[in-house]
């Protein structure tokens, strides 16, 4: 018996150790050598690659639009490159990222992976995304707005290229706001501050009928929507520059005005705190505000007249009216899974997908403001005052060209995010966070929290 | 080895290949894993680099013990623990004694108790997570017909745990209730026809009958519940994902936002490990007892010419 | 006789009490399914708003027309099923053989296997991921199926019960002649049914609700079961309630079924004798 579970427990160690030595390789790239194609330059190869890529499925226009862009990308370069799609559910509690980690930990990832923008620094520092500076020529991510540039940038490397772009702006309702007889900043100078905000939102809480009727609807994704949304609200930062620390500015004395200013919307009535992400999109709308994502203006206007009359204005600003806006989307990167033979192609995927043509293309059918400056010029509805939806669109330009402002760069973004976002939560909706002294308390646990956490995160 | 007699020979072969299905794959699919769990929890792995590994002794274990928030989830599991086991098993007997008998509508609400079972964990708690809501939730729609305040349930810090221990209890009550119904069809019925014949009346029955006859399945109802209670982590992580203030995060919970969440996984795998052999100890220190409590009795009986 | 009738009158007033508390649940999802779209959570301030206003399809047809729900509800049923039969085979005998055959070696396992009880999933789930992608499995159904087939909670289960079979009942078999297997299939089986029926109904719950594990190992939309292909009807914005509510319930009446169907076997009583000691 004992001699058997003496062979058992070689054999799991055997097997154990086996797996363990077979996660290693994967190489980075040394730096300096330009191994990509020269501006101009057609991609040529003796035999076929094949490249996988990985993403999470969107909505309707989105899936649209990659499966026609893919499968004309796959046309251009037939007998060259062949790229294979696989979609992954988003879901919530960052699923996405977990299958990341996990693909990670087994040497399976994809050759070309979308990721959201604040994460390329830990995947730049584990080594999950190569430097793509020596496949991309130089003067490439000209064109490209110059804060898209820096968060696609870890260590003076470049590691990924955007498509598109996001950013934070306030939704409204017109119907309501027009009935109120309330006017809606159409100006950047005019934005209205976040005590501004609040006195609106709380105006416009009253009840209709039999249906609740209240300001600002806040609620979105669980894992990191509130910190990503409410970052600007901490003037002084939340994190140290190096991107190691929180304490002292996630619950600096700026943090805490900001968690104070927080918990009274939901005091004040302005906020309702069981809200949920539909609130201001329903047919029959709880919400006459909302502060959401870019992303969502595809889905708005899917819903058409379903939905309320909606008009979008600045995101708040800062009592001396300055506006940061929270900024910044998803980029495409090379991960160190792709062998070197396969880069070139990879690189040459990259660019397809973030040329002018593309990002045009994309921009249009998702909505989305593009990652290319020149775009804003010579799109209709951000340079053209005539267009349709110039109205929608003026103010999110306005708002990306001259105030971004990206989410913080650290390795310990995915904590970071996590333990900000429940903070954020606890002290709207939590009973035990009614005084200044009681959010004091709950930013500090959040972060000492964050700061053990990227303590345990090796930088390499 | 040569004194064994090929009767014993044959009975251990045909043990063993009753057992083969079972280890090839509990071995695959169970040790191997967990070897490979001990190996990383002395180690750095961190998920996203595995090439960087390196073994680092005890490093993990130190870290632990100064770690507040694992200490933080180790009070709140035992909690759980203490108050769903015995409410639980408690609920799910009286359950499956209540539809045992051959009624006329018993299998409707052999259903009814079973319904959350069926509906599994993530719906029920994605439910309840709507039910116990400040404002619009059903609990505090009903307190308020009574002029009872809103009560913050998930949302406060004092209630949070006791809110995911009361629907653990409800929901997973009819798990056990079908084991418990399993174990009751093996109660011979000539024991209760004798029992008719004495004129003993229904409790006496259940007393005398009933309960001795499950105690096996009954100690079984406890061991899992209890297994099943220190694992307690779905719940956490679709009502509350460990909040307010990690007031709810439990062992488990914490293994995965560590070794998972953050990629972590030679502090998850430490964690995991330091789990199992808490549990370990404890069994064996069972055993142990046990075994002192029969070595005792047989002092007794040697002594004391046995009682 | 009174008396008699009053217990009777009580048994039913608990057991509806009861069961009503717990069915409540299942009733409030099935209600929702059938609520006109877009009812929002935050308009409820009576328990009467939690009652549709007129009840609706559209709901449940949208589940099958926006996903093919088909395909998935034939997909999961194949991990159940393959799942179940595996778990009966493997711990059943295994079970059998912890209870009813002294080998060498017996006590060790049976401890081993209570111990082993503990081992929380998430502790293990990256190292069980790189056993599975080691074998080549992964993205496929085996990921899913292969893994469960051994549980230390059911090989703990069956013993327990089997020590219950009566050991006259397999010495007699034996003299006849049948070899060990034939007994165990012919005579332990047959008279350990409730058993069987209660890890069919546990395990192919467990299988039929899995998220997790077939989210890291089915990458393919065309391998998704329905738990992870209904994921898109609470992840997608705007976030639909009714339709939420509508998938849900689709996804748990199968299992209601197989639970009707499986559930008289308690009530058959089949005549086994009691369970010995642990």
Request: glycine letters at 8%; a negative charge.
């Amino acid at each position: 018996m004992k001699k058997f579970l003496a062979v058992i427990c070689a054999l799991a160690l055997g097997a154990g150790c086996m797996l363990f030595a077979a996660c290693g390789g994967g190489s980075t790239a040394g730096s300096g050598e330009f191994l990509g194609l020269e501006e101009g330059e057609e991609f040529v190869t003796d035999e076929e690659i094949a490249l996988t890529f990985t993403r999470p499925t969107g909505n309707d226009a989105q899936e649209a639009w990659w499966s026609e862009t893919i499968a004309a990308f796959n046309e251009k370069y037939e007998g060259r490159i062949r790229v294979s799609e696989t979609t992954v559910t988003r879901g919530n509690s960052r699923e996405y990222e977990q299958r990341i980690s996990i693909w990670a930990a087994s040497d399976s990832l994809p050759d070309v992976l979308y990721v959201d923008g604040p994460f390329i620094s830990n995947y730049a520092n584990s080594g999950v995304l190569i430097p793509i500076d020596n496949y991309i020529y130089e003067g490439y991510t000209d064109g490209f707005l110059e804060y898209v540039n820096e968060q696609n940038t870890y260590n003076d490397r470049l590691y990924a290229l955007s498509i598109v772009d996001s950013t934070v702006v306030l939704f409204y309702n017109k119907d309501v706001l027009a009935d109120e007889n309330v006017t809606v900043p159409t100006e950047l100078e005019g934005a209205w501050t976040w005590d501004e905000l609040k006195t609106t939102a709380e105006e416009l809480t009253a009840r209709v009928g039999s249906r609740k009727r209240y300001g600002l609807q806040i609620a979105g994704d669980a894992g990191e929507w509130l910190s990503y949304v409410f970052t600007p609200l901490w003037e002084e930062g939340v994190i140290s520059s190096d991107g190691l620390t929180t304490t002292g500015y996630l619950n600096g004395d700026a943090g805490i005005d900001a968690g104070v200013y927080l918990r009274s919307l939901v005091d004040d009535g302005a906020v309702y705190a069981s809200a949920t992400s539909s609130d201001f999109s329903a047919e029959s709308p709880a919400a006459s505000m909302a502060l959401m994502g870019t992303q969502n203006i595809s889905e708005f206007f899917e819903l058409g007249d379903e939905m309320c009359d909606w008009g979008v204005t600045f995101y708040p600003a800062s009592e001396d009216g300055s506006i940061s806006a929270p900024c910044g989307g998803w980029t495409l990167g090379i991960t160190n899974d792709c062998s070197e033979g396969k880069r070139v192609a990879a690189s040459e995927f990259i660019k397809y997908l973030t040329s002018a043509e593309s990002c045009e293309s994309c921009a249009r059918a998702t909505s989305s403001p593009p990652s290319r400056t020149a775009l804003y010029d010579t799109m209709p509805e951000y340079s053209d005052p005539s267009n349709e939806y110039y109205e929608i669109f003026s103010i999110i330009k306005e708002q990306i060209v001259t105030c971004a402002q990206l989410r913080p760069k650290t390795v310990g973004y995915e904590v970071f995010s996590t333990e900000m976002s429940k903070a954020i939560k606890d002290i709207l909706t939590s009973s035990n966070y009614g005084s200044r002294d009681s959010i004091r308390t709950r930013l500090t646990t959040a972060a000492t929290t964050i700061d053990a956490s990227i303590e345990q995160i090796k930088i390499y | 080895m040569n004194k064994v007699s090929a009767r014993q020979k044959r009975i251990n072969f045909t043990g063993w290949m009753f057992m083969l299905p079972a280890l090839v794959f509990g071995t695959v699919f169970l040790i191997v894993p967990i070897v490979m769990c001990f190996v990383f929890s002395f180690t750095d792995f961190y998920m996203l680099r595995p090439e960087s590994t390196l073994f680092v002794g005890f490093e993990n274990y130190v870290d632990l013990f100064s770690d507040a928030i694992f200490g933080k989830a180790i009070t709140n599991t035992l909690l759980f623990v203490v108050v769903v086991v015995p409410l639980q098993c408690l609920l799910a007997l009286v359950l499956a004694l209540l539809v045992n008998k051959r009624w006329r509508g018993c299998g409707v609400f052999k259903l009814a108790y079973f319904a959350p079972v069926i509906t599994s964990m993530t719906v029920v708690a994605l439910l309840f997570q709507i039910f116990y809501q400040r404002d619009g939730g059903i609990f505090n729609l009903l307190l308020s017909l009574f002029g009872v305040e809103a009560q913050g349930f998930l949302q406060d810090e004092g209630q949070a745990m006791l809110c995911i221990c009361f629907m653990s209890v409800w929901q997973g009550a009819g798990y056990q209730m079908i084991i418990f119904l399993a174990g009751l069809q093996g109660v011979s019925r000539e024991l209760y026809e004798a029992a008719d014949i004495d004129a003993a009346n229904a409790w006496d029955k259940l007393v005398h009958i009933t309960l001795p006859s499950i105690a096996p399945v009954t100690g079984f109802v406890v061991i899992i519940t209890l297994v099943g209670a220190f694992k307690v982590f779905t719940q956490v992580q679709i009502m509350t994902n460990g909040g307010p203030n990690n007031s709810t995060i439990t062992v488990v919970y914490y293994i995965f936002q560590k070794g998972m969440s953050e990629q972590l996984v030679g502090y998850g795998s430490a964690i995991s490990m330091l789990f199992t052999l808490v549990f370990v100890a404890a069994s064996l220190l069972r055993g142990g007892a046990a075994k002192g409590v029969g070595l005792y009795r047989r002092y007794r009986e040697r002594v004391l010419g046995g009682y | 006789m009174v008396r008699k009738r009053v217990t009777k009158i009580l048994l039913y007033v608990l057991n509806t009490a009861l069961g009503l508390l717990f069915l409540f649940p299942l009733l409030f999802m099935f209600v929702s399914a059938f609520n006109p779209a877009r009812t929002l959570p935050s308009q409820i301030t009576s328990l009467g708003d939690f009652l549709p206003a007129y009840f609706t399809f559209d709901n449940i047809v949208s589940v099958f027309t926006r996903i093919p729900m088909l395909r998935y509800f034939a997909n999961t049923l194949l991990y159940a099923l393959g799942t179940v039969v595996g778990v009966l085979i493997v711990n059943g005998m295994a079970g059998y053989a912890l209870a009813k055959i002294n080998f060498r070696g017996n006590r060790v396992i049976y401890n081993f296997i209570v111990i082993m009880l503990i081992i929380p999933f998430e502790g293990i789930t990256l190292a069980l991921y790189l056993v599975v992608r080691t074998l080549g499995l992964l993205d496929t159904p085996l990921a899913v199926i292969l893994p469960s087939f051994f549980s230390c909670f059911y090989v703990f289960m069956f013993r327990q019960f089997f020590l219950g079979v009566p050991n006259a009942l397999i010495e007699a078999a034996e003299i006849d002649g049948a070899s060990p297997f034939g007994t165990y299939i012919k005579i332990v089986v047959p008279t350990a049914v409730p058993v069987f029926i209660t890890v069919f109904i546990l395990e192919f719950i467990g299988k039929w609700g899995d998220y997790y594990w077939p989210m890291l190992t089915l990458t393919s939309e065309g391998w998704y079961n329905v738990q992870l292909a209904i994921k898109e009807f609470s992840t997608a914005s705007p976030y639909h309630w009714g339709t939420v509510m509508a998938s849900l319930a689709v996804v748990t009446v199968p299992v209601l079924v197989v639970f009707l169907c499986l559930q008289r076997y308690y009530i058959e009583g089949i005549a086994t004798q009691g369970i010995k000691d642990m």
